[in-house]
């Protein structure tokens, strides 16, 4: 019997695994509409919910609210476009449906629980015929608002009555009736129910959390059978949550909640993980005393960067924030469009956060948002531009101050004119930027004693977001003076346009100002972000080695007194397709393991490593079905553990290398497991080597195991709970070499 995996317990001794990404996210950028900014002309309310499909389809449904009566409605992003389903239930005058959750299943097919205040339905898109069918009967009076789908089974779960306050149902086709699964409930009353689980993991976990009548958050898991999970710390929740969301990943739950401040004036978000069977708080509090945080949404990228949305009711903006190390850090830098209510986060396919939300400026209007980096500059990155011009008792003067910049991060252009005693000048000052974020523009004209003065300021914006546009004339004694100031921002939001004109005893005067605003922001280059999000370990990493003999069982030093092994380690992997490991790093350490091999770890389960004392295929167990040898010890792997701070720099990811074997014994080629879906507990866990990451071919990762892919990535925490496990196993073949050993 194999131990059950619960909830991310792991049997090593570090390091939860991600998959290689040459994702890098920007710090910086603009917020862009996907699609079209307005892709419903319906306005929305209550309910928004944001997901992703593995094909890169992105699904948002929310709660539609027409003319009259209220309706649930699913749209689509696919070849560039929204397009709308067909409405869920047919929208007349007097239907009212309510939206109460949507999730996918493991073929990306869209399934949502909706509610007439009667009974729940449970229905999902059929591509063939085009239509929305219903999955088993409709369930009455128990308030259906989650669902999960593993492979055919649905469970949903909602708010009971009575003795049952919460209630959690299950379907397995081709039954059509849904059957109540008896959990133990702990609350009277519970609300915000979420059912996550994760599509991008094949077998993922199930969780089902809920609020319950004392603000405990209550937590349930699934693998082979439902049992209850110990609830959330109340260090927040005491004071009463305000809403509650759960992501999964890696068969770990996350779990976002406002909750109230003592006052009951505000709220703030908190944010716990499970760790084995402890709730770990993932980095502070988000929010202050004097801000209002509502409508959190949670979810965890690929390479377990955290999230969370929500809107901030002060400034009425749409936030995302990023857990960096121990601190949650603004994610974009700024937060976005301001009128803004609910909130849902989904990692893409591209492993880029994407929000859905209703705009309140623009009649709840759905819309969905990503960060779009700016521009990489390919000129000069940090500019400053110049002109000071100086005229005393000088007529007739022009001053021309030109600047432009292209592809130019963080520019500066100052123009400043003085005239004093001086006739007739004429003073312009030019500023264009393109594919420059970040730019201060200030155009300044002093004019004393100076009549007949033009004073022209033209600055120009295009795909160039936060601009400071400031243009100031002062006539003093100058009377016939023109002062016209233009400012053209084009697809560059948070634009500041400040013109000032001040005359002094100068009559005649002509002050034109013109700021032009277009804010929607359409990218015309390929983005490449290359500003790095850091999560920094300050921990290390865990090798491993089992050493087995040519019969399964552990091995032991009588014979490998001439025996060594040694895997190599690079830090810092960069984007590409290198033919090798070692092209990534700037540093490595080769970790070697020499006799007397003493296991110092236990990796295996206690059933593999009495059966056969180790082994574990047939062959092995031939003849000893009935053997009570127990191990001498009850550990089966020798574990080294090597620092980031010495032996590696701190890394966000590492690669590693094949294992090499110096012996007077023959071995079979090496075997791996990073444990990024699979842990260890038996021989049979362990992968030979795919080094379709290394073989300098494009386009052939995807399909590649990546429990022995040779990458390993370590930006959080989180990670640092699975060891690299190495399986070296004597050839029962000792009259030949195998591949692999030197």
């Given amino acids: 019997m194999k131990r059950p995996k619960l909830w991310g317990v792991v049997l090593g001794v570090i390091l939860l695994l991600a998959p290689v990404c040459s994702k890098t996210y920007a710090a910086t950028g603009v917020w862009s509409n996907l699609g079209a900014s307005d892709f419903s002309n319906t306005p929305g309310s209550n309910f928004i919910s944001l997901r992703y499909a593995q094909d890169g389809t992105a699904y948002a449904a929310f709660q539609a609210i027409p003319s009259s009566g209220w309706y649930s409605t699913v749209y689509r992003y696919r070849n560039n476009a929204w397009q709308r389903l067909p409405d869920i239930v047919p929208v007349t005058a007097t239907s009212w449906n309510y939206l109460q959750a949507m999730t996918l299943d493991d073929q990306g097919r869209p399934y949502v629980v909706c509610n007439n205040g009667v009974v729940s339905t449970i229905k999902r898109f059929d591509e063939t015929q085009g239509i929305w069918v219903q999955v088993g009967n409709s369930i009455s009076n128990k308030g259906i608002s989650a669902i999960a789908v593993d492979n055919a089974t649905v469970y949903v779960a909602g708010a009971g009555t009575g003795t049952k306050p919460l209630v959690l149902l299950q379907l397995t086709p081709p039954a059509t009736t849904y059957t109540e699964i008896p959990i133990q409930v702990p609350g009277s009353f519970y609300q915000f129910i979420k059912l996550e689980r994760d599509i991008r993991e094949p077998g993922s976990r199930i969780f089902l959390a809920a609020v319950n009548n004392t603000n405990t958050i209550d937590v349930w898991g699934y693998s082979s ?125 591209d492993n880029n956060p994407y929000i859905a939300y209703f705009d309140s400026l623009n009649n709840n209007h759905p819309t969905v948002r990503y960060l779009a980096a700016p521009p990489t500059a390919t000129n000069t990155v940090t500019s400053t531009f110049t002109s000071t011009p100086t005229a005393t008792n000088s007529p007739t003067n022009t001053f021309i101050s030109t600047a432009t910049a292209t592809n130019s991060q963080t520019n500066t252009f100052t123009s400043t004119a003085t005239a004093t005693n001086s006739q007739t000048n004429t003073f312009t000052s030019t500023a264009t930027a393109t594919n420059s974020p970040t730019n201060t523009f200030t155009s300044t004209a002093t004019a004393t004693n100076s009549p007949t003065k033009t004073f022209t300021s033209t600055a120009t914006a295009t795909n160039s977001p936060t601009n400071t546009f400031t243009a100031t004339a002062t006539p003093t004694n100058s009377p016939t003076n023109t002062f016209t ?51 920094t370990p300050t921990d290390g990493i865990t090798i491993c080695l089992v050493i087995v003999n040519k019969d399964g069982t552990l091995a032991d030093n009588d014979n490998l007194a001439d025996t060594s092994f040694s895997i190599p380690l690079y830090d810092q992997p960069q984007p590409g397709y290198p033919k090798d490991p070692s092209s990534y790093g700037t ?69 590693y290398g094949q294992l090499s074997t110096t012996s007077k014994l023959n071995w079979e080629k090496p075997k791996y497991n990073d444990q990024y879906t699979k842990l260890v507990d038996e021989l049979r866990d362990f992968f030979f080597y795919d080094n379709s990451l290394f073989d300098g071919k494009k386009n052939n990762e995807k399909n590649r195991n990546q429990n022995a892919d040779g990458h390993i990535s370590v930006t959080t925490k989180a990670r640092l709970s699975r060891p690299l496990v190495i399986l070296a196993r004597q050839s029962k073949l000792q009259g030949r070499k195998e591949i692999g050993q030197q």
């Fill in 587 to 655: 540093s490595s350490v080769t970790v070697k393991f020499k006799a007397p091999f003493i296991p110092n770890t236990t990796i295996l389960d206690t059933e593999t490593r009495r059966r056969n004392n180790i082994g574990d295929d047939k062959e092995e167990r031939k003849g000893n079905e009935k053997s009570t040898t127990k191990p001498t010890s009850k550990n089966d792997a020798i574990c080294q553990k090597v620092s980031f701070s010495t032996a590696l720099k701190i890394p966000q990811s590492i690669a």
């Fill in 485 to 535: 100031a233009t400012a053209t921002p084009t697809n560059s939001p948070t634009n500041t346009f400040t013109a000032t004109a001040t005359a002094t005893n100068s009559p005649t005067n002509t002050f034109t100002p013109t700021p032009t605003r277009t804010i929607t922001y359409t990218p015309t280059r390929t983005i490449t972000s290359t500003v790095t999000s850091t999560s």
């Fill in 225 to 349: 059978a439902w049992s209850r999970l110990p609830s959330l710390p109340t260090t927040y929740s005491m004071n009463g949550v305000a809403d509650l969301s759960m992501t999964v990943i890696n068969s770990v739950p996350y779990i976002a909640y406002s909750f109230y401040d003592p006052s009951k004036s505000y709220t703030q978000v908190a944010v716990n993980m499970l760790n084995q069977l402890t709730w770990d708080f993932a980095g502070g509090v988000i929010g202050s005393p004097s801000q209002s945080l509502l409508w959190p949404s949670i979810t965890v990228d690929n390479l377990q960067n955290i999230f969370v949305s929500f809107s901030e009711t002060t400034s009425q903006s749409m936030q995302l924030f990023q857990l960096q190390n121990t601190s949650w850090t603004q994610y974009g830098g700024v937060a976005f469009a301001p009128g803004t209510n609910q909130s849902s986060v989904a990692i893409g396919t």
